[in-house]
């Protein structure tokens, strides 16, 4: 079952703005937290946002200010809104979300994958 699906990247000049969403299957506060990482070619990982179920929200520095995570649990998504990009922030996106089940025990769900690429 797919639990987390990205969409809305693409490519953006630098200085736009881009939303990002995560479509969360079944039960949305099964997830907590989730949030956001991103990868570029070649290296790691790192994270971006993360939003608890009651709404407090955490952000990397490198993104603070630029970066804005928030849910609608009515919609069972979360979102990522980006602005003022800069190239730097060219990325896959990964949506994230922690879980932890009474049988399978806690576990990491992540999304496909979104690209955003910033660029003139």
């Known amino acids: 079952q797919v639990q987390l699906v990205e969409s809305g990247g693409g490519l953006v000049q630098p200085g736009g703005s881009l939303r990002l969403s995560c479509a969360v299957s079944?039960?949305?506060?099964?997830?907590?937290?989730l949030g956001w990482y991103r990868q570029a070619p070649g290296k790691e990982r790192e994270f971006i946002a993360a939003?608890?179920?009651?709404?407090?929200?955490s952000t990397a520095d490198s993104v603070k200010g630029r970066f804005t995570i928030s849910r609608d649990n009515a919609k069972n998504t979360v979102y990522l809104q980006m602005n003022s990009l800069k190239p730097e922030d060219t990325a896959v996106y990964y949506c994230?979300?922690?879980?932890?089940?009474?049988?399978?025990?806690?576990?990491?769900?992540w999304g496909q994958g979104t690209q955003v690429t910033v660029s003139s």
């Open positions: 994230n979300g922690k879980r932890t089940n009474s049988y399978l025990g806690p576990r990491d769900y």
């Open positions: 079944g039960n949305i506060f099964s997830f907590n937290p």
């Open positions: 939003i608890l179920i009651g709404g407090s929200t």
